[in-house]
């Protein structure tokens, strides 16, 4: 059975760290649900790692709802957010419909991009009785205007600010809040400033959870690897040998 939202606080405040990766489809949220996670992320990260584009910013609506589906039927027991996507928060009303899309396709959480800038959207979607999460630093939906991935955080002007975002969702009423890339002592000082947990990724072992992009951790798209995931498998060389060794034999003479 399925713990609630608001387990994610709960787990902060009773000191135990969360363990949370990405899932895009039902086999493999179907396995990852036996696997003691408390969380099941359907990130825009698809965009990349599943449809192939450069980055996360062509992915839609459509797509986010269409993969968030399939990880619901094969979740019982893990929480699925599921990101909303560039250009679905431009306005509070929109989020908030948006988010109640990515609810009926089976998300229990949606995930947002952004600070200060997206609380009138954070509050609306909150009010509207849909769980969140908050997500700082790096925002792989701005790399493109941003012209690359970069560590946040260094600037005592950027610290100030991130603290500050951090604590306003915190307050809003956040289930948790990603860090991504953010410079690790700063991302010690916002976990320790806020009530709901946060999941960091690239940001340091401080932050009071982790996550990462299933494919690094099990090497599973071996074109591109971030300096921050340490593979504990690799899958993608055992795929190919598999299939080298169907292809030789079905392909050799009969006899």
């Not at 192939?52 to 019982?76: E, K, L, N, S, W």
């Not at 600010?161 to 953010?182: N, P, W, Y």
């Not at 300096?227 to 009969?254: C, L, N």
């Amino acid at each position: 059975m399925k713990t609630a939202p608001a387990s994610l606080r709960a787990a902060k405040a009773a000191g135990r760290r969360l363990a949370t990766l990405t899932a895009y489809d039902y086999p493999t949220a179907r396995l990852l649900d036996e696997c003691g996670l408390d969380l099941l992320l359907v990130g825009d990260s698809l965009g990349m790692v599943v449809l192939g584009h450069p980055d996360t910013t062509q992915v839609t609506m459509d797509d986010m709802i269409h993969h968030t589906r399939a990880v619901a039927r094969g979740v019982t027991k893990t929480l699925v957010a599921a990101d909303l996507p560039a250009g679905s928060c431009r306005t509070p009303s929109l989020a908030v419909e948006n988010s109640r899309k990515l609810r009926e396709a089976g998300a229990d959480l949606v995930k947002i991009e952004g600070g200060s800038e997206c609380l009138p959207a954070i509050e609306a979607i909150l009010a509207d009785g849909i769980p969140l999460i908050g997500h700082l630093g790096m925002l792989p939906q701005r790399v493109v205007e941003e012209g690359g991935y970069h560590i946040k955080g260094k600037s005592t002007a950027e610290a100030e600010r991130l603290v500050s975002d951090a604590i306003a969702i915190d307050q809003a009423g956040a289930s948790a809040i990603v860090l991504e890339l953010v410079h690790a002592p700063l991302a010690a000082e916002i976990s320790k400033k806020t009530s709901c947990p946060t999941i960091g990724i690239g940001s340091g072992k401080e932050c009071d959870g982790g996550i990462l992009v299933l494919h690094d951790l099990i090497g599973l798209f071996p074109w591109f690897r971030p300096k921050f995931a340490q593979p504990r498998a690799d899958v993608a060389t055992t795929i190919q040998r598999a299939v080298r060794e169907y292809s030789r034999e079905i392909q050799s003479p009969a006899g």
